[in-house]
């Protein structure tokens, strides 16, 4: 008798990247449970995303977690800011994106850890990537090993000599080589959803950073984009 | 004309200690922001010792923030365990209690760092104690001391160069420390709320661990315990 495979918490916003991160937690011998965070983003379509991302992958569980951060502002995502529709929008035209949700990355994982002590899981895995960090600072390698040390000193796990293991397995990626990985692991990018801010229909807006990005990584990559984009 | 007092973000759960921390966050000189979460505990009564916290010690705003973490399971204050009535309750009569949330003061931190990110504030106040963090991994100094660490390299305000202060102001209090701090900053400790396991009519339990030290420490200090207890 085998024993079961082990548990591994992954975080799925609905986004390419998100579901690239799954699939290669599953490529890696993983039980998937699936956390998404609705967190009262403009672009709820993404959770519906989510879900999909999640059954396609066999996730073994998906829990879809409300947490309402517009309760504190500061941010495109969440506020009644502005997208960006001219290219990455920064408040001084430099640094750091509007779109950039205070502590978001250090919420999510804090959420994944907490029900990854309660399951047993002692792996969690994020889809931040070399262009996320190169904009938000809770996307960069740095914080991902930080976050780590904290999680062993956090937990009951930890102390008991369990230690967790943070993944980030599309940390060193372009997005042209995470739509390459999609394809090497048979993944269908049009069932993942990056608009910040949809057209009328649920259709990609074209214009906002995420889908820029998005089209261009198809295009770096020499591959077709699945997408339909409004403009 | 002067400029107004900074913001601290104070997690206030309703308890004596969340208390005492918010009333030491007045005295520093900050104005307070109130960051309560409603985790669908089984002591939901502590939030309304939380409002009537924040009330009285004239927060700037007071945030109750639904964050469902029973659907995580794993803890005697979210699931249907039996919150232990015989003196601290472990899983195997030592080391952690059952009551212990997994994670819940790294995601109660994220969130509060979230919070103060967005509204400009850098210092962040909990009521961890020494009492705590002989049950509890994410009541440690050096759990405190890894997240102020950490909440530098997640946020914008850190990389631009304004890192957070993680305020633990009775890290080294015992019980009796604490009631006599409420004593010395003329708070009312009748207002706040410590029962794990609410008697009827919202009546602590005298029972629970908490109330076993809360009571413990009104004796302790030699002070009056407003307290009524139903046994």
Not at 19 to 41: C, H, P
């Amino acid at each position: 008798m085998t024993s079961p495979a082990p548990l591994a918490v992954v975080l799925v916003s609905g986004g390419l990247d998100s579901m690239v991160s799954a699939a290669r937690a599953r490529e890696d011998g993983f039980r998937v449970l699936a956390l998404s965070i609705d967190y009262n983003q403009r672009h709820q379509v993404e959770l519906a995303a989510a879900r999909r991302i999640a059954t396609m992958l066999g996730a073994e569980r998906h829990i879809v977690l409300p947490l309402d951060l517009s309760a504190f502002g500061g941010s495109a995502l969440t506020a009644d800011i502005d997208v960006p529709k001219d290219g990455i929008g920064t408040e001084d035209g430099g640094g750091i994106p509007v779109t950039y949700v205070p502590a978001r990355n250090t919420i999510f994982l804090s959420l994944a850890l907490g029900w990854g002590e309660a399951m047993g899981a002692r792996d969690l895995y994020i889809g931040v990537n070399a262009l996320d960090y190169s904009g938000y600072p809770d996307c960069r390698p740095e914080f991902i090993a930080e976050f780590e040390k904290l999680a062993e000193l956090a937990t009951k796990a930890g102390v008991e000599g369990h230690p967790f293991k943070i993944h980030a397995p599309l940390q060193d990626m372009t997005k042209a080589d995470i739509v390459r990985e999609a394809a090497r692991l048979g993944l269908d990018a049009g069932v993942s959803w990056s608009c910040y801010d949809p057209a009328p229909g649920s259709v990609h807006c074209g214009q906002c950073d995420s889908c820029r990005l998005r089209s261009k990584g198809f295009e770096d990559a020499g591959l077709p984009d699945p997408t339909v984009y409004a403009a």
